[in-house]
T-cell receptor, first 112, second 114 residues
Framework: EDQVTQSPEALRLQEGESSSLNCSYT??????LFWYRQDPGKGPEFLFT???AGEEKEKERLKATLTKKESFLHITAPKPEDSATYLC?????????????FGGGTRLMVKP | DGGITQSPKYLFRKEGQNVTLSCEQN?????MYWYRQDPGQGLRLIYY???????QKGDIAEGYSVSREKKESFPLTVTSAQKNPTAFYLC?????????????FGQGTRLTVV
């Protein structure tokens, strides 16, 4: 069974304290891995798509990387406005549609 | 501006009632999806549609129904057969194919059974 597991479930950081979020996945064939940011009571906001091992994408203080079994979302010098839940999702090659399988998310809290 | 509009933002349902959640997109996307999110959990797929007048069940379709009569619209009905409907419901859309496969989401509808 395909699985997407995110860790930790919750992460508290001081402002400026860099860290990483993990997304481990087991799928029969990966078409793409996606990172989203979700604020409380809102829909997920798209951040990155990664397609193959070794690929990296950056946006402001966020950098996403991909290996054959996991992806990391690195947060450099976070600010309080980075506080949110970060969701990881995968698409499989065997699916004709572009539906996503999501992990449970990591709730990030950055204190000033 | 292009986007996905879900309505209402909050919805209250009495026991035994059917309720319909609206989802409209003006992104010209072929594919549309409904996900359910429970507190502290990730999203689970209810139904998806890749083309007008066609849709498929996702992982948790029991107690739900959908229609896709127009490309822009994909309403979700939560029927009385859904035993635990209280949740946050998210609609999404995407292009079909391998280019730009990312899904874009609406702002969600929070459904509560009273």
């Amino acid at each position: 069974e395909d699985q997407v597991t995110q860790s930790p479930e919750a992460l508290r950081l001081q402002e400026g304290e860099s860290s990483s979020l993990n997304c481990s996945y087991t799928v029969s064939g990966l078409r793409g891995l996606f990172w989203y940011r979700q604020d409380p009571g809102k829909g997920p906001e798209f951040l990155f798509t990664l397609y193959s091992a070794g690929e990296e994408k950056e946006k402001e203080r966020l950098k996403a990387t991909l290996t054959k079994k996991e992806s990391f979302l690195h947060i450099t010098a976070p600010k309080p406005e980075d506080s949110a839940t970060y969701l990881c999702a995968v698409q499989e090659k065997r699916n004709a549609g572009n539906m996503l399988t999501f992990g449970g998310g990591t709730r990030l809290m950055v204190k000033p | 501006d292009g986007g996905i509009t879900q309505s209402p933002k909050y919805l209250f349902r009495k026991e035994g009632q059917n309720v319909t959640l609206s989802c409209e997109q003006n992104l010209n996307h072929d594919a549309m999806y409904w996900y359910r999110q429970d507190p502290g959990q990730g999203l689970r797929l209810i139904y998806y549609s890749q083309i007008v007048n066609d849709f498929q069940k996702g992982d948790i379709a029991e107690g739900y129904s959908v229609s896709r009569e127009k490309k822009e619209s994909f309403p979700l009905t939560v029927t009385s057969a859904q035993k635990n409907p209280t949740a946050f419901y998210l609609c999404a859309s995407s292009v079909m194919g391998r280019d730009r496969p990312e899904a874009f989401f609406g702002q969600g509808t929070r459904l509560t059974v009273v």
